[in-house]
């Protein structure tokens, strides 16, 4: 695995301070384990439809990026993600509002 990684807290922080300067309301829906919690980013695009996006390792780069793990009408969404904290209680969940679908996650230091 390429790089050290920052505790989750730490990144957390530091994702939300771009988006507040970037005019993207966010929210942290559920908080996870600070230190090694994975993270799902909720993108909300206020015409009823929405993406959740998951980290993961990709092995073939040896580095980590982010997909999409499901897309559609909000409610969908918000089901999935839900599903996802049954599955691990650790999971931080932050939601975005944005239109555009800006959501930061292709910035250099986010993956």
Known sequence: MSGARL?????????????Q????PAYVIAKGDTTAG????KLAL???????YIRRY???????????LIEGPEAEVDAAVS????FDSD???????????RHLLD???LA
């Open 107 to 109: 910035e250099d230091g």
């Open 83 to 86: 599903r996802q904290r049954g």
């Open 58 to 68: 990709d092995f073939a780069s040896d580095t980590r990026i982010w997909e999409v």
């Open 7 to 19: 505790a989750t807290g730490i990144w957390v922080a530091a994702y939300l301070k771009r988006l």
């Open 38 to 41: 994975a993270v799902l980013v």
């Open 21 to 24: 300067l970037a005019g993207i």
């Open 91 to 101: 999971l931080w969940v932050i939601e975005l509002e944005d239109a555009r679908g």
């Open 46 to 52: 206020m015409d009823g439809g929405a993406r959740a």
